[in-house]
């Protein structure tokens, strides 16, 4: 049997997330997004379905990037308004009892000390089922929300991201050692205070004497994920990350992608099995190919090529709202669109893609169109190319997961590409089979367990 693929339901707390324009589909639920019960029910659809995990994006800003403007952005509500994927996490924690829950923060916009509190928090109460997605934030606005006059450097920003999680790491691992918790009613001791140390933390950026507020929780840390491209952002996947999210055009693609990867991994002393490579897909279902592809067909009908287009002007840094829609898109030579004008091409033989055209090929680069039965096929293509799972990307909310589920997901359990049931344990244990609930000894953040033992006049407050 294969090794069986994970799978994630990812979304954004907002009316929007990627296919822009859908969210005036009358099939779909996401201008009820402010409604707990829309979450509840998604949540609980995807626990059914057993996926391993709904995964939250998250964004801290709008720039006027589109034709000058922000103007796109708010009319089409292009991840605006958007509600804090953390606090929604909180809430789905009681609705469910075995889905991971994977929340969105950067680095911006909480201070690690805070932070590390409130994962904690919610790795307790889900007993162990939190991940956190780690981003550096691209955004000039959210620079500017939090007090910056603009974002900072691109290495500059995971030089930060280094010293974030270095301080969160020594709350979560080294701050309370295993056995400090003793719960001796007779004796009126809850804890051992020589067990619970301060982290003494001066860097740049941050200085924290701590100790850790929370006990240890069943992971200590979270589940680790990361989604950065970049040369920076795959080397600090490699040294951190357990789970990176990539949006290859094809399987060759995605072996070239995670092969490189890989070879980060082992260069940071780690073993290549720990990180897992996630592809971001959404799916149109038919009975036939042809009633699949006329589904796909209506469904591009109502995606708004302008709100597309704001959001990858946001990605890119490039407004391409000032630009001829007639240019051909291979003359902008712009490395960051050209594998998804390649998959249009592809999909449009003789065809020269045009900016007016990379609206709905940003779409397209990540569908794929069929019977389950054919879904099934590209999907074991796809993880004999070397992904270890999806991020299912949504056209209507929760109907693309239902039609998944009930369609694709039976074939894909009988042939072993999907879970028939949770195993037992963490987040972290489920998708690492046969592994402990804690990070593993060559995760750099265990380097800090056992290193603040000291004498207690360590543990005082510094004078």
Same mark, same amino acid.
């Given at each position: ?8 339901? #990812? ?24 409604? @707990? ?9 995807? =626990? ?9 994006? /998250? ?60 994962? %904690? ?41 280094? =010293? ?8 979560? =691992?080294?701050?309370?050692?295993? /056995? ?11 804890? /051992? ?24 929780? $069943? ?9 950065? %491209? ?8 490699? &040294? ?14 995605? &072996? ?13 002393? $780690? ?5 897992? #490579? ?44 000032? !630009? ?7 003359? !902008? =030579? ?44 590209? !999907? ?20 693309? #997961? ?14 072993? @590409? ?46």
């Amino acid at each position: 049997m294969p090794k069986r693929l994970i799978f994630n339901g #990812f979304s954004m707390n907002a009316v929007s997330h990627v296919y822009h324009g859908l969210w005036r589909h009358p099939l779909t639920a996401q201008t009820r997004f402010n409604d @707990l019960e829309t979450w509840v029910e998604l949540a609980r659809l995807l =626990e059914k379905g057993k996926f391993d995990a709904l995964f939250v994006a /998250d964004i801290l800003g709008v720039d006027a990037v589109y034709k000058n403007s922000w103007d796109t952005y708010i009319k089409e509500a292009v991840q605006i308004p958007i509600n804090n994927s953390g606090v929604l996490v909180g809430a789905l924690i009681q609705s469910t009892q075995h889905l991971g829950l994977t929340l969105t923060s950067s680095i911006l916009q909480e201070h690690p000390f805070n932070f590390a509190r409130k994962l %904690s928090t919610l790795d307790h109460l889900s007993k162990g089922r939190v991940g956190w997605n780690i981003v550096t934030s691209v955004s000039h606005n959210a620079a500017q929300n939090f007090g910056f006059d603009r974002i900072v450097p691109h290495d500059e920003r995971y030089r930060w991201a280094e =010293e974030y999680v270095d301080v969160v790491y020594k709350l979560w =691992e080294g701050s309370w050692d295993d /056995d400090a918790v003793i719960d001796d009613k007779a004796g009126n001791v809850y804890a /051992d205070p020589a067990k619970i140390h301060r982290i003494h933390h001066h860097g740049q950026r941050y200085k924290v004497l701590g100790p850790h507020l929370s006990q240890p929780s $069943r992971q200590r840390t979270p589940v680790l994920f990361q989604a950065g %491209s970049s040369r920076a952002g795959r080397a600090f996947a490699a &040294r951190h990350a357990e789970g990176t999210f990539i949006a290859a055009v094809n399987p060759q693609g995605a &072996r070239r992608q995670i092969e490189e990867t890989r070879a980060l991994v082992r260069a940071a002393g $780690r073993d290549p099995g720990d990180l897992l #490579f996630v592809q971001g897909m959404s799916f149109v279902v038919g009975g036939t190919e042809q009633e699949a592809r006329r589904k796909a067909r209506d469904l591009e009908q109502d995606v708004s090529v302008d709100g597309l287009l704001a959001h990858i002007s946001r990605d890119l840094g490039i407004d391409l709202g000032l !630009l001829d829609p007639d240019r051909p898109v291979d003359e !902008l =030579e712009i490395e960051g669109v050209q594998g998804i004008i390649r998959a249009f091409e592809e999909g449009n033989p003789g065809k020269r893609a045009t900016v007016a055209d990379l609206g709905r090929a940003y779409a397209l680069s990540s569908q794929v169109v069929g019977t389950p039965e054919t879904i099934a096929d590209q !999907l074991a293509e796809w993880q004999e190319a070397g992904i270890d799972g999806v991020n299912l990307i949504y056209h209507t909310t929760p109907g693309s #997961f239902a039609d998944f589920i009930e369609n694709v997901t039976p074939i894909l359990q009988k042939r072993g @590409l999907a879970q028939n049931d949770y195993a037992e344990g963490s987040f972290r244990q489920r998708l690492f089979p046969g592994r402990p609930a804690l990070l593993p000894d060559r995760h750099p953040a265990s380097r800090y367990r056992g290193a603040f033992v000291g004498s207690r006049e360590r543990n005082q407050p510094a004078a």
